[in-house]
């Protein structure tokens, strides 16, 4: 049995893909074909739209480095949580 990898295709890629999906159904084309032809599931389509529906592919790019950022952060605010706790845990003395 095969399993196929998965592929992660970057922001500018995504927009790209969208846009030719639009041209290709308003060509005519069904879903299926549409589909087939960029090699995605429906369920990535929907996905997409939703996250870059109507999105240039600089913003795109943008959104993903604010997003990889938000990440970042929220990890170092997480970990100096941590540290607070700890350090008033010692201070108590309960060690």
């Known amino acids: 049995m095969t399993t196929k990898r998965r592929k992660r295709h970057s922001p500018e890629q995504i927009v790209r893909k969208l846009r030719d999906a639009d041209a290709l159904l308003n060509a005519g084309k069904d879903l299926g074909a549409v589909l087939q032809a960029l090699e995605v599931s429906e369920a990535t389509l929907h996905r997409w739209r939703a996250q870059y529906g109507g999105m240039k592919a600089e913003e795109a790019v943008r959104l993903k480095k604010l ?29």
């Open 67 to 95: 997003e990889d950022e938000n990440r970042r952060l929220k990890q170092l605010v997480a970990d100096q949580a941590l540290d607070i706790q700890m350090l008033k845990y010692v201070s108590e003395g309960n060690w």
